[in-house]
């Protein structure tokens, strides 16, 4: 018969506690991030962007502030209808790919409406925000299958696609689809 004591016994149990911790992190499904080179997701596409990297406007951010990231994050901003630099609507002539002072007042004023930190970089705090307005349209959200969604903001809408590797894509302003990568810039 073992005799425990009570820091025994809290020992054991942060020891389980632990463990259960290392085990749920285990099977969580791996998240998405700029190394992997995509805006990219898995399974149900809630939540998709919440794990992706930052991006910003200046040299700090290089070289990740001139991607089709980029551009789909302006995508977003035409969709919102965010207030740029100069007090007009951010339109489609906006939508470049290059992370530059009017795309971060835009992402400023974006961020003050949702209410979020409005720091102007896009985070998984700002990504994830927008994930919330993507809608289901057709197909599927098993790995491996094609799921076509629609962005639906407050001015815009406009349809965006996650293949079946599971990286995300939309057009640009001249009909053409573009993947949302992040080392790379096809959108100018």
């Known amino acids: 018969m073992r005799n425990w004591t009570i820091g025994g016994r809290l020992s054991a149990a942060a020891i389980s506690i632990l463990a259960l ?8 499904p791996a998240s998405a991030a700029m190394s992997d080179g995509y805006v990219r997701g898995y399974d149900t596409y809630v939540g998709d962007w919440g ?3 930052e991006f910003g406007h200046g040299v700090y951010w290089y070289p990740y502030n001139s991607t089709n990231a980029v551009c789909l994050w302006q995508k977003i901003l035409w969709a919102e209808g965010a207030e740029e630099s100069d007090h007009s609507t951010f339109d489609q002539a906006d939508i470049d790919g290059h992370f530059g002072a009017n795309t971060q007042y835009a992402t400023e004023t974006l961020q003050a409406r949702w209410r979020l930190d409005h720091d102007g970089v896009v985070g998984p705090l700002t990504f994830g925000r927008a994930d919330d307005n993507l809608r289901y349209v057709s ?3 098993d790995r491996g299958e094609v799921l076509n969604l629609t962005y639906r903001g407050r001015d815009w809408s406009f349809s965006a696609r996650r293949d079946s590797s599971g990286i995300y894509s939309f057009y ?4 053409t689809r573009r993947n949302a990568g992040y080392d790379y810039n096809s959108c100018d």
Request: aromatic share 0%.
């Open 21 to 28: 911790g290392t085990l749920a992190v285990g099977v969580t």
């Open 51 to 53: 794990d992706e990297g």
């Open 139 to 141: 197909g599927s959200d």
């Open 172 to 175: 640009d302003g001249n009909g």
